[in-house]
């Protein structure tokens, strides 16, 4: 899904671009940590396997790779209408619905857990920063700071992508269309 | 109110929130958050911080983009349409030949990825224009290329099973292990049903015309060396690595990802497009299913915090229904639920709440997920809330959705019937895994 | 008592232990303990590990107060401060055993260090009281028979993580760290060759010996281990001093149920495996002892030397050390000569 940015007023379309973009492209970079994911790992059974030697960092590096790729795609993911619905009755609605309903919960769902998740998060992290925190999984004790981290960052990265769907969800309230394109590929429902 | 009954209230919103049709994950985070709030104060907040990170850095989980990582590179390389291609060829003289290519592409196709959507698709795409072509029966095309498109989520490597292993507590390698053979037997009663359908009406499945058949044995077998082979091995090693018990699944999904690779550069069908589609598309669809994976993780915390799901557990046990009983209650339920939802909630949310149930009578946790998972599998080809039949309409345009429901109504009768043989016969999927990993 | 029972203040620990570990009924006999003190105005909950969070994460949820009180091992809050390490695991610090460590706590600057720690180190909302000794733990299980160093090194072994690891890969042995529950199946396809885990009683639940037959009952890695109760700090002020006093001096009841424990369950699990299971016992190679020495030597002044309070606590324990150890070595040598002489 792609969003339709000629329906909007020209004052508001550089702002509605620069948040989808914002998400778009830090979903599309660190949708590339998929690869070191597979090549630390394939290294690994390497070099367990014929070098009789496993290293020490793998185990580590798996999950912090793994953990910040499905958290830091949390924005692009909303951007791309990915993140699964139940739509047995809401694909049944006017759009005039879908969109008012949609505007309601963002305000009152979406923004007030993410603004709370945000500070926990916040503070969890910063705690980690000050003890300058190292992971314990395994004897390489890797800095574990900048991995807890990702968590308030990507609170920050879907409400910011929330802003620009709730502008899109006003749009369809008032005038009963959704401003988006539908470019085939990558809408997210087929799992 | 008691912490219990708000639990339950919050189920209740839940319900409501879900079918209002808001993303789920958005409205499992709200309602944890507020109802955990009202019951237990701002601990909650931290409390959805210490579940994120759990989930964050559980490496079982990093399977789960590496397999959609290797199902989506085979994709984009058109290598699915080659197994078909080949299996097409091999058959055409076969009544019913097309239904046999479409079950053996998708039983293949499921044991390389987890992803439902895309193999009902790619079948659709590559398949249907071929049996419109060959006078195919519609219903019996629709019902097959939808039942076997869903046998992705069942045989191994599966994503659900690969979520549902930590939740409930098995070892996802015995998960994978128990559904193989289920897996296999589905994908047998399907095929077993087409095809005898095509001898009794020739009409449904005729053999194929003679321009679609191979012009010679040799090059029959050249495909199958070349096109259908070496998948063949790369599915067969990935998977039998696992059951080997000489990788565990997040090794062996690096391993298949890097095959998947190899092979699509080494039938230089790979493009740097279609790589970077597959990348992109494994972050939405990973980001997706593990997004909602902490955000129901947390729901569930504060759901069990207020003790709601024991409450709910000691009601189901304090009926005292047989062992039997109580397993049907419960799938029954399942059932019912994969009407209107996805796995992914019913997994994460409604799965642990009746878990406490089937434990306390003792019933086998392995064969039980089995049930679970032919149950969620079979709530894909329920209409009218099946997306498979989506995938297909989408993708079929002038076929009816009305033949499309009733094509895969006769296959929901069929997982039925499997269902119940494996209810009456545990050793469907016991049997391997005991052979395996219990002896 | 109904009055008693209506004014009871519910609290819960969270275990870093899994349901069915014996140190599991040592934490349950200190909540009956405490229960039964208070007169009904504490009512303690046990939890495993995972019913709330994780073992790595039981600190911070008491921290944070997600639950009122926890039981954990001082090195698995040591990613967050190191010194964490030296109220658990000190690797042998001046040859110290782990009763010598407890005379450190109770008699000499332990108690006070702990508190200091919590409070000017880790910065935590909480207090902490040692309650449990979960060492001397055994070197581990091995496939054939090591003779030397040397034949250690060519295995890959499956150690605690953190400090305890470094302290590995400084002897130049290869370490692999996994959970518990992985170490059978990763034996089996050969992702390690040895390991350790806690001690017979522990180990024989995790079925080590089907894969292993050799194993080796002196570590030097966790010599001492002790376990500690926490306790939010909101929650500790919020209790009347006589209440506080009944959970501290139940800890310290609970170190001596770890001491019958230990001996009885870890004796009892060795006698199983030698005589029903086909376990040889053998003694460490020689070796070991002065690479494990150097290498606990080159840690503990690589720590100190980056970290103050670290040192702080190692120059305690090493004052401490210089007068009791040549002592107390010299009453172990006494008791393991009775008891061969007894047995013989
Ligand atoms: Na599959
Ligand atoms: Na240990």
């Known amino acids: 899904m792609q969003t339709n940015y000629e329906v909007f007023p020209e004052r508001f379309r550089g702002v509605m671009k620069a948040l989808d973009q914002l998400s778009i492209w830090s979903g599309k970079t660190f949708a590339w940590l998929i690869v070191p994911m597979v090549c630390c790992l394939v290294y690994e059974v390497f070099a367990r396997y014929l070098f009789n030697a496993p290293t020490l960092w793998a185990y580590d590096m798996t999950y912090m790779l793994y953990g910040s790729h499905f958290m830091l795609g949390a924005a692009y993911t909303l951007a791309m209408q990915g993140h699964i619905r139940t739509d047995f009755f809401y694909r049944l609605w006017p759009v005039r619905w879908q969109g008012t309903v949609d505007s309601l919960l963002y305000v009152c769902f979406f923004f007030p857990a993410l603004a709370l998740w945000f500070w926990a998060g916040f503070d969890y992290a910063a705690t980690s920063w000050e003890r300058g925190e190292v992971a314990i999984s395994s004897p390489w004790k890797p800095i574990i700071y900048p991995f807890k981290t990702v968590m308030p960052v990507t609170t920050v990265l879907l409400m910011l992508q929330g802003i620009a769907e709730l502008v899109k969800s006003l749009y369809a309230a008032r005038y009963g269309v959704w401003p988006l394109i539908d470019d085939n590929w990558d809408d997210g429902d087929q799992v | 109110m008691s912490p219990e009954i708000l639990g339950l209230v919050s189920l209740g919103a839940l319900f409501v929130g879900i079918c209002v049709g808001f993303p789920i994950s958005f409205t499992l985070m709200f309602l944890g958050v507020t109802f955990g709030y009202i019951g237990f104060g701002d601990t909650v907040f931290y409390l959805m911080v210490f579940q994120t990170f759990g989930v964050m850095r559980e490496p079982l989980l990093a399977a789960v983009p590496l397999f959609l990582f290797m199902g989506f590179i085979l994709e984009q390389a058109g290598l699915m349409d080659r197994l ?91 998960l994978f292990a128990a559904a193989v053979i289920p897996g296999v037997v589905l994908a047998t009663l399907y095929t077993i049903y087409a095809v005898t359908r095509s001898y009794l009406n020739p009409a449904l499945g005729p053999a194929l015309p003679i321009e679609e058949r191979a012009n010679s044995v040799g090059e029959i077998v050249k495909e199958l060396l070349i096109g259908i082979v070496p998948l063949a091995v790369l599915i067969m090693s990935v998977l039998g690595s696992i059951l080997a018990g000489l990788a565990t699944p997040t090794d062996a999904a690096a391993m298949g990802a ?45 759901f069990a915090r207020l003790g709601s799901a024991t409450m709910i557990a000691e009601a189901l046990v304090a009926l005292e229904l047989a062992p039997l009983v109580l397993l049907i209650v419960v799938l029954a339920l399942i059932f019912l639920l994969g009407w209107p939802l996805e796995w992914v909630p019913i997994v994460l949310v409604v799965l642990p709440i009746l878990l406490p149930a089937v434990q306390s009578v003792g019933i086998d946790l392995v064969w039980f997920c089995t049930l679970v998972a032919v149950c969620l599998q079979t709530a894909w080809l329920s209409p009218p809330v099946a997306l498979s039949a989506y995938y297909i309409k989408g993708v079929v345009p002038d076929w009816s959705l009305r033949d499309i429901y009733h094509g895969m109504m006769q296959f929901m009768v069929i997982q039925l019937i499997g269902l119940i043989l494996l209810i009456i016969f545990p050793e469907i999927a016991t049997w391997l895994p005991n052979l395996l990993f219990r002896s | ?236 002020k919020a209790l009347s ?64 030397a980056k970290d103050a309070f670290f040192k702080k606590v190692a120059d305690s324990q090493k004052a401490f050390a210089k007068n009791t150890v040549p002592y107390w070595t010299k009453l172990l040598g006494l008791y393991h000569s009775i008891g061969q002489a007894a047995q013989e």
């Not at chain 2, 493009?271 to 729901?299: H, P, R």
């Open chain 2, 84 to 174: 078909f291609t080949g299996f097409r060829m091999m058959l055409a003289n076969v009544k019913g030949a097309l239904y046999i290519a479409v079950l053996v592409t998708a039983t293949l196709f499921a044991a390389a990825t987890g992803i439902v959507g895309a193999s009902v698709t790619i079948l659709g795409v590559m398949a249907a224009p071929i049996m419109k072509k060959a006078g195919y029966d519609t219903r019996l095309s629709a019902g097959s290329i939808a039942a076997g498109g869903t046998l992705g989520m069942l045989i191994p490597p599966s994503i659900m099973l690969v979520v549902m292993g930590p939740v409930v507590g098995v070892p996802i390698t015995e």
């Open chain 2, 258 to 302: 890097l095959g998947a690779f190899v092979l699509s550069v080494a039938y230089r069908r790979l493009t740097w497009e279609g790589f970077k589609k597959a990348v992109f598309q494994t972050m939405i669809i990973s980001s997706m299913i593990l997004f909602l994976v902490a955000t129901s993780n947390f729901y569930g915390a504060v």
């Open chain 3, 1 to 236: 008592t109904s009055n008693a029972h209506a004014a009871a203040k519910k609290w819960r620990i969270q275990t870093a232990l899994p349901a069915a570990s014996m140190y599991m009924d040592i934490i349950k006999s200190f909540a009956a303990n405490v229960d039964a003190m208070s007169g009904g105005r504490l009512k303690t909950e046990v939890l495993p590990v995972g019913a709330v969070v994780g073992f790595f994460d039981v600190q911070d949820a008491v921290d944070k107060g997600l639950v009122e009180g926890g039981f954990t091992w001082p090195h698995f809050f040591s990613g967050k401060k190191p010194a964490a390490y030296l109220f658990a695991d000190q690797p042998s610090v001046g040859g110290m055993d782990q009763f010598t460590f407890l005379s450190w706590y109770y008699e000499g600057d332990g108690e006070k260090l702990y508190a200091d720690f919590i409070k000017n180190d880790l910065k935590a909302n909480m207090v902490g009281f040692i309650n449990l000794m979960s060492g001397g733990q055994p070197l581990g299980w091995f496939k054939e028979p090591i003779k030397s160093l040397e034949d250690f090194r060519k295995l890959k072994y499956r150690s605690p993580p953190g400090i305890t690891g470094e302290l590995f890969n400084n002897m130049g042995v290869t370490t692999v760290s996994l959970p518990g529950g992985e170490l059978v199946p990763a034996a089996q396809r050969g992702v390690i060759d040895a390991a350790e885990w806690i001690n017979p009683g522990e180990d024989i639940r995790l079925g080590m010996h089907q894969v292993w037959k050799h194993y080796y009952l002196q570590g030097m890695h966790q010599a001492s281990d002790l376990g500690t109760i926490i306790i939010n700090g909101d929650f500790w």
């Open chain 3, 241 to 304: 001093p006589d209440l506080q006093k009944i959970i501290e001096v139940a800890a310290k009841a609970s170190v001596s149920d770890s001491i019958a424990v230990n001996i009885k369950r870890n004796g009892e699990a060795i006698h199983e495996l030698k005589t029903k299971h086909g376990v040889t016992i053998h003694d460490t190679p020689a070796d070991l002892y002065p690479a494990f020495a150097a290498s606990s030597a080159k840690v503990m002044k690589d720590y100190s």
